[in-house]
Nanobody, 124 residues
C-alpha cells in the first residue's frame, strides 16, 4: 500500500508521551522523504517534522524542537514520531505523508501520499 497508515494516537495527560508509527509498503520506501503534519480543530494543517529517505537529515517546527523526535526504520518500512512532554497545544489529528523523492519536505505540497490521520488528545 503506497498510502501511509498511522497508528499510536490516543489520550494522554500533559507532560506525558506518545509514539506514533507510520507504515508504508513498497520497495522505494528508503528513497522517500517522510513527514508528519497535524491539524487542530478549526485550524490549518501544519508541518511538524520531516526526515530524508536515508534518515540522515531531519527538520522540526520550532514548537516541538527538543520534545519530538522523528526517526525511521527502512527495513520495516516504518517512520516514527516520539512525542515527549506533551502539551494541550499538541492536540490534533496527526498525519503521516510520503514524498516520491528522498529529500526533506517542509510544506504539505511537497508530499504526494497521505494517511488517514490519528487523533492525539492532550489533557491539561
Amino acid at each position: 500500500q503506497v498510502q501511509p497508515v498511522e497508528s499510536g494516537g490516543g489520550l494522554v495527560q500533559a507532560g506525558g508521551s506518545l509514539r506514533l508509527s507510520c507504515a508504508a509498503s513498497g520497495r522505494t520506501f528508503s528513497s522517500n522523504g517522510m513527514g508528519w503534519f497535524r491539524q487542530a480543530a478549526g485550524k490549518e494543517r501544519e508541518f511538524v517534522a520531516a526526515i530524508t529517505g536515508n534518515g540522515g537529515s531531519v527538520s522540526y517546527v520550532d514548537s516541538v524542537k527538543g520534545r519530538f523526535t522523528i526517526s525511521r526504520d527502512n527495513p520495516k518500512n516504518t517512520v516514527y514520531l516520539q512525542m515527549n512532554s506533551l502539551e494541550p497545544e499538541d492536540t490534533g489529528v496527526y498525519y503521516c505523508a510520503r514524498r516520491v523523492v528522498g529529500g526533506l519536505g517542509l510544506r504539505a505540497d511537497a508530499y504526494v501520499y497521505w494517511g488517514q490521520g490519528t487523533q492525539v488528545t492532550v489533557s491539561s
